[in-house]
């Protein structure tokens, strides 16, 4: 019989620094140490440190066990199922080795879990970006902080949540008596073992408003997250997740549930497609490989066809791919996008002028992202707007202005322009832009140098009003009957000093 409470199996690859957040967070939880098992598996690391932190734990922690994989294989899905083979505890959790837990998270999810043994517990987290962090909240679930349920049909909306298997304690012989493992060499390999247990759940919780998590976004240029990078195998992967997830729900027989289901994610699949850098050619086999999911989605939920999707929905059931790219690359979310190389925006600092010909739209306000798939400190300004439509203005964004240069000044995210007019007759749109980046340092500096600019506004203006009184009370003073009363108290004052005196 094991004494662990709780088995924490973290999957990861040359994590170094963040691999050591992650498990001081573990260290420090309230519930004790000794009642965690941490099982780290190793994705084949390279780096220096990571490997220095995986012996160091290895050695110290009689609790932690840690597996290094034989060879390299880019995804969780494997490593999470060798941590779930080696666990010995009453219930586990899948950790990223990039985040972090609250410090009272398993204390307060495993006394949940063991008020009427449960299957699993469920808790909301926290997204943690460079600029902020903000709290995974789902519209469907804000009345109650505790919902109670014995089966997934209870609450169908159970399926839009976001699939945060990290923040999801689950029964260990719950998931050995449902074979329930994760899908290996996919990237959504998480969104199937979460609709897994969902299927197969007869006693479950969620507590919504409870932040378990810290899930990390990373967005800078050279430390991005993996769901942040539109490539190929981002693509890839997690097309073959969700083709695992159709195959699970036919194979349970919930062919029913699929549109209520994976609408959110195919809305996601398709923007990130939109965004990605890859070219036309590869995605054009993409959405070839997609198209059955895609199909179904529109012929279970007309609704789908809205104006978002409606551009692609002919070429779609017309097997004609290529053209779908095109509308899909030209037309997503009337978004305009700049496709460049990452070094001609902002490394030298030179103009742009990028040309969108034949775009039309309904839409009275576009957005314009000149770096639509870089999320980085940058100062940016539009230059010039060449274009046959009827343009009203232009507005950044999130954006602070620089008094120096001018330029909007955008904190690590992608910079935006709202560019306001009627789009429905034209036929071309030109616009000249420059944009560089700066430093977090420099971002700082700039946004204190305005805080302090209104702070001496302010100030100034109390002066000024301050200013009008003193004016006010001087020339109070100097009128007659001032004066006459000023007179009157110095005779006062006298009589009073000549009676103290005799």
């Known amino acids: 019989m094991n004494n662990f409470k709780v088995s924490v199996l973290i999957s990861t690859y040359n994590s170094g620094y963040y691999l050591k957040l992650a498990v001081d967070s573990i260290l420090n939880q309230t519930i004790g140490f000794e009642n965690i098992e941490i099982i780290i598996v190793d994705d084949k690391s390279d780096d220096d440190y990571t490997l220095f932190l995986l012996d160091k734990y290895d050695k110290k922690y009689s609790n932690c066990k840690v597996i290094i994989l034989e060879g390299h294989t880019g995804f969780p899905g494997q490593p999470r199922n060798v941590g779930f083979e080696n666990a010995t505890g009453e219930y586990v959790i899948f950790m990223d080795s990039d985040d972090t837990y609250s410090l009272d998270a398993f204390e307060v999810m495993y006394d949940a879990a ?4 449960y299957d699993f517990v469920i808790t909301t987290f926290k997204r943690v970006l460079t600029n902020g962090v903000e709290l995974y909240k789902h519209p469907d679930f804000l009345d109650k902080d505790f919902y109670r349920f014995n089966s997934v049909e209870e609450n169908l909306n159970l399926f839009k949540l976001q699939p945060s298997l990290w923040a999801r304690l689950i029964k260990r012989d719950f998931l050995i008596e ?7 060499g996919v990237n959504a ?3 199937e073992f979460v ?3 969902l299927l197969c759940a007869t006693n479950f919780v969620y507590l919504s408003k409870f932040p378990a998590y810290n899930y990390s976004i990373r967005d800078r240029s050279n430390d991005m997250s ?3 990078n539109h490539n190929e195998k981002l693509l890839n992967g997690l097309k073959n997740g969700y083709f695992a997830t159709y195959d699970l729900l036919r194979r349970f027989d919930k062919e029913s549930y699929f549109s209520i289901f994976f609408q959110t994610h195919i ?8 965004k990605s850098s890859v070219n036309d050619e590869i995605k054009t086999n993409m959405i070839r490989e997609f198209s059955p999911i895609l199909k179904k989605q529109f012929e279970l939920s007309p609704d789908f066809a809205s104006k978002l999707f409606a551009p692609i929905k002919e070429d779609l059931f017309n097997d004609d791919y290529e053209e779908l790219v095109k509308k899909l690359n030209k037309n997503h979310k009337a978004i305009l996008k700049a496709d460049s190389i990452y070094e001609t925006f902002y490394k030298n600092e030179n103009f742009n002028t990028v040309r969108f010909n034949n775009f039309n739209s309904d839409e009275r306000e576009i957005f314009f992202y000149p770096l639509h798939n870089r999320r980085i400190y940058s100062k940016c300004s539009i230059t010039n707007i060449d274009s046959d439509f009827d343009i009203y203005r232009i507005t950044s964004i999130n954006a602070v202005e620089d008094k120096k240069s001018g330029q909007q000044v955008f904190s690590n995210e992608s910079p935006v322009y709202r560019i306001s007019g009627d789009f429905s007759k034209g036929s071309f749109i030109e616009i000249t832009f420059t944009i560089c980046e700066i430093s977090d340092i420099e971002f700082k500096m700039i946004k204190n140098n305005l805080a302090l600019r209104k702070k001496n506004k302010k100030l100034s203006n109390e002066n000024k009003k301050f200013r009008k009184e003193l004016d006010f009370y001087v020339k109070l003073l100097n009128t007659k009957p001032y004066r006459l009363a000023k007179v009157l108290r110095g005779f006062a004052q006298k009589i009073r ?3 103290r005196a005799f």
């Not at 809305?267 to 939109?274: G, N, P, R």
């Open 497 to 499: 000093y000549l009676k």
């Open 189 to 191: 390999q998480d969104l």
């Open 114 to 117: 063991k008020r009427e043994d």
């Open 178 to 184: 449902n074979n329930i493992r994760s899908v290996e």
């Open 226 to 228: 993996s769901i942040r």
């Open 195 to 197: 609709v897994h247990t």
């Open 267 to 274: 809305y996601f699949y398709l923007d990130i497609m939109s």
